[in-house]
């Protein structure tokens, strides 16, 4: 049985559509900010394999609660690590494009040096660092910009704010790489098979939709999809302030993903079948 942490979030509510046999454990049956309970839910299941797509993902309220989302982000997936490796199956844990500090205008590779900016950006590298450090199988997949039918992101927030005006200003100097929930679930279910194989793949790696963008022009992306009649300005960053700092540059290579057969998903398509849903909800 493969083992998730998370239930209601963006990515898993698509692991449970692309994996329904999956035991997935809500902040009820696991709370992140309890790291021994994790180790223990681990340790009681016995799983194939472990998927952690929990996290605490509020990037302007984490500046005001780092410990917490330290605690949740950070120690909590190492104590996942620890079990993982103690019972020898892979953990597969979710990142972000925050670690970095989003200078330059080329894709950052893996191996790059991180730089967080904000609270957000620490605690998921403190993450980052506790899962390599338990020294099991493990993949660590930075992923960007994560949108679906569910939950709160910017695709659902856009959709919302278009319907009432007519213009909405949006910053269009941080570029990156939109990525749908349903794209990185089928990753880390790609990645969770492979790597009980091949533990030698253990590492990050890189995971975001194709072509880079800006949030300006995914915005009008989200428009045009939507046939909503609201022009989007570009604005600088400086224009939109906010109590965390984001990257400019979140480009990310994923060339290593090929290592499971993966490539970059084309978050076009995807825009699309998550605007379609939408409506069909409607
Ligand atoms: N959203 C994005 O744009 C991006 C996300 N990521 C990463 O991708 C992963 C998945 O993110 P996404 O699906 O968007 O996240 P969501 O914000 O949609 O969901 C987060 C999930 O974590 C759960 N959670 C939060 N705190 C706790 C806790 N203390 N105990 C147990 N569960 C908790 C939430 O449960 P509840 O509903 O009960 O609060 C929810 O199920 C995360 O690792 C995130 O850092 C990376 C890049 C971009
Ligand atoms: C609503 C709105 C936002 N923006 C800007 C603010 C921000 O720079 C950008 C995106 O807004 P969001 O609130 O979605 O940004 P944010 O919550 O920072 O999104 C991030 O979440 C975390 C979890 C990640 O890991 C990142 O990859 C990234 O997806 O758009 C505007 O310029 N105009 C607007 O009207
Ligand atoms: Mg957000």
Redesign the pocket.
Known sequence: MILVFGQSGQVAQELARLSPDAMFLGRDQADLSDPDACMDAIRAHAPRAVINAAAY?A?DKAEDEEALATTINGTAPASMAQACTELGVPLVHIS???VFDGSGEQPFTPDQPTAPLGA?GRSKLAGEMGVRAAGGAHAILRT???FSAHGN??VK?MLR?GTDRDT????AD?I?GPTSARAIAHACLTIAEKLQEHPDLSGIYHFSGAPATS?AGFARAIMAIAGLDCQIED?P?TE?P?P?Q?PLN?RMDCATLARFGLAQPDWHADLRDVIAELKGKA
Do not use: C, E, K
């Open positions: 993902t990037v972000t494009d925050y957000y960007s910009w994560v992101n910017f927030t704010l909405l200003r949006v910053v941080q990156g949030w604005i960053s939109f906010t965390a984001r979140s």
